[in-house]
Nanobody
Framework: VQLQAFGGGLVQARGSLRLSCAAS????????MAWFRQAPGKEREFVAT????????YYADSVKGRFTISRNNAKNTVYLQMNSLKPEDTAVYYC?????????????????WGQGTQVTVSS
């Protein structure tokens, strides 16, 4: 199984970025997908998750209303559209896959992880 995240970069505050995560060697539509992030010196934290069909999403309070998670099962890809970015959004962003049906924000319940992509928001 491979999850490859890309799309990070340097952006000014109030700007936007779109992250993508391409999955291979797994039955993508069987998995709940999520994004986590980890800032320097901090623990990895949950950002957003989407169910197998894309019809149900859940967000951390810190990103609600600014970020949107979505997926395209035909392309085995999950996305994170990030708008109104803030310097505190600076982190390495990871995509993850879980075969747990219900919403989970706990990192240890995700079976597979991508390598991470750096997002830096300047003030």
């Amino acid at each position: 199984v491979q999850l490859q995240a890309f799309g990070g970069g340097l952006v000014q505050a109030r700007g936007s970025l779109r992250l993508s995560c391409a999955a291979s060697r797994l039955t993508f539509s069987n998995y709940r997908m999520a994004w986590f992030r980890q800032a320097p010196g901090k623990e990895r934290e949950f950002v957003a998750t989407v169910n197998w069909s894309g019809g149900s999403t859940y967000y951390a309070d810190s990103v609600k209303g600014r970020f949107t998670i979505s997926r395209n099962n035909a392309k085995n890809t999950v996305y994170l559209q990030m708008n109104s970015l803030k310097p505190e959004d600076t982190a390495v962003y990871y995509c993850a896959a879980s075969n747990i049906w219900e919403v989970t924000t706990i990192a240890s319940r995700y079976d597979y992880w991508g390598q991470g992509t750096q997002v830096t928001v300047s003030s």
